[in-house]
């Protein structure tokens, strides 16, 4: 569910238009009969995959539920500076993604020049309460131990994963000898002498992944950390990916300490932080004008009914379909609404119907004026209450110009505030930063806001797998069923957000060109 600033400004540009192709829009044939592959999904990996296919002499049909290209990745061309609701990041190890821009026209622009040029941080508040950070060791509101009160609430877990993880490559992380820690990030911090509330402040406000600390996996943790690692040129105490990892410059960890005995090096030395000119979705939108079959739009796949030679796709407005094949690459938080004919062995069924999916809801907000000079604080925040964290986007003429405020609610912050729909939660939203921000009364605007878990079409952001369901699942999410293949980030094994979608469309177009011929 999303609603954007047309709900209440009636306005369009022509980047608006290009972002949603009409429903009717189809490319050109590439001939008679019905095509060898029906691609379900129109997001990165469905595209990529599509492309793929017809570069190597299939006819694809691709169908798409919603009235976009672009899936999780969606840029709000309406608002000032263009700020990403979904996919937002090329960072150092995106090599696919760097590639794709450069294959499909739409360049990459690094922002970390203009991003660490304003390191002002952020404010934190706890509670309500406005806690300058050069006060935080000192306060009474500070549970970490006197080794880790120097830390920053959103440090304390990424420097406890550091010093405790049992891992030393990316690969660990579904190796079936490390099943012993597919068990809950917070057993896990617990059995290091984490309390729950350094549990709850250091974790679990703003959680990157899973709802609670009680259903993420270790072993996911262990992936997405050092996924982090590498695209930060950084290795946090694994071995195995060096410098190279950061376009040939070694760079340290952010708020990595000085080197002993010397001057401290620039923590960003490296780093790239890109996005695709424009807004992220214009990648998706130049790909779909490669895609030589048809691509249908507004077409909610309802049933996949497949045998060891074909497949027949349903769809909710009682079209069918028929291919030799099919790759989905919709969400298992979805697909488990969709008929499947025969269903799948009973522990890819299992996947399908329980794989986790974080709850992430967004409300993008334009400033009138910048209020955060008057209150000479900076105007990004860090919240353990119901706003998370509020991003900053300086995306004007200028390298200092705030031109929106992202505000990210996650994991239970962002089940609450979708009980209320998001005109309500926007106004909620606003309320609570003038009440911590007096400066900021009146000075707000809502130019969009998006709830991941309502999308009907995602059902949640990315994938979390729970404890257990790595050792599980791993193996079987991406396993063919007959002429059913499946693709989209869920299925990566060594890339997460748009890079791992990229990874699976590699994965999926071999497998669909291997069973073909």
Not at 73 to 99: K, M, Q
Not at 105 to 124: D, H, I, K, T, Y
Not at 176 to 194: E, M, R, W
Not at 340 to 352: H, N, R, S, V, W
Request: aromatic share 8%; proline share 5%.
């Amino acid at each position: 569910m999303s609603i954007t600033r047309r709900d209440f400004v009636v306005s369009s540009t022509a980047a608006a238009v290009a972002a949603a192709l009409p429903a009717s829009r189809a490319h050109a044939a590439t001939g008679s009969g019905e095509p060898d592959v029906i691609v379900i999904g129109a997001g990165l990996s469905g595209l990529e995959t599509a492309i793929t296919l017809e570069e190597n002499g299939l006819k694809v049909l691709m169908l798409e539920g919603r009235r976009r290209v672009g899936g999780r990745v969606y840029s709000l061309f309406d608002v000032p500076g263009h700020p990403e609701v979904g996919g937002n990041t090329i960072a150092n190890a995106y090599g696919r993604c760097i590639a794709a821009g450069a294959k499909y026209g739409v360049e990459v622009v690094n922002l970390a020049p203009r991003l660490f040029a304003n390191r002002s941080g952020q404010e934190m508040y706890l509670g309500g309460e406005h806690i300058p950070l050069k006060n935080w060791a000192a306060h009474p509101k500070n549970p970490f131990p006197a080794a880790q009160k120097q830390l920053p609430p959103w440090g304390w877990a990424d420097a406890m994963f550091k010093q405790h993880m049992p891992f030393r490559d990316l690969e660990n992380w579904y190796d079936p000898k490390y099943a012993q820690y597919d068990i809950s990030v917070h057993d896990f911090l617990a059995s290091k002498g984490a309390t729950d509330e350094m549990i709850r402040l250091g974790y679990e406000a703003n959680i990157a992944y899973g709802t609670t600390s009680h259903d993420v996996s270790l072993l996911q943790q262990a992936f997405s950390d050092y996924w982090q690692a590498v695209n930060r040129g950084a290795i946090m105490g694994f071995s195995r990916v060096g410098a190279a990892n950061a376009g040939g410059t070694a760079g340290a960890a952010p708020g990595a300490a000085a080197p002993a005995g010397g001057a401290a090096a620039d923590p960003m030395a490296g780093i790239l932080v890109g996005a695709y000119r424009g807004g992220n979705q214009n990648l998706p939108i130049a790909m779909a004008k490669r895609v030589k079959g048809e691509l249908l739009q507004g077409k909610r796949v309802t049933s996949v009914s497949v045998t060891d030679t074909g497949a027949t796709v349903g769809c909710a407005d009682g079209s069918t379909y028929k291919a030799k094949a099919v790759v989905c690459t919709m969400p298992f938080s979805t697909l488990r609404h969709v008929a499947l004919d025969p269903l799948p062995g009973a522990t890819q069924f299992k996947a399908i119907r329980t794989l986790g999916y974080i709850p992430i809801t967004q409300f993008h907000l334009v400033p009138k004026k910048p209020f955060w000079e008057s209150d000479g604080l900076s105007p990004s925040m860090w919240t353990d209450g119901m706003l998370g964290i509020v991003m900053a986007n300086r995306f004007g003429k200028t390298d200092s110009e705030v031109t929106s405020l992202t505000v990210w609610c996650r994991g239970l912050g962002a089940q609450y505030i979708d009980r209320f729909g998001l005109q309500e939660g926007a106004k909620m939203i606003i309320a609570e930063i003038e009440r911590l921000r007096p400066a900021a009364k009146g000075q707000l605007v809502l130019g969009g806001a998006h709830s991941w878990t309502t999308d009907p079409f995602s059902a949640g952001d990315w994938a979390i797998y729970q404890p257990g369901q790595v050792t599980a699942f791993r193996s079987v999410v991406a396993q063919p069923h007959k002429r059913l293949y499946f693709a989209g980030e869920h299925t990566s094994v060594g890339s997460r957000g748009m890079e791992g979608a990229f990874e699976s469309a590699e994965r999926v177009s071999l497998e669909v060109l291997g069973a073909l011929g």
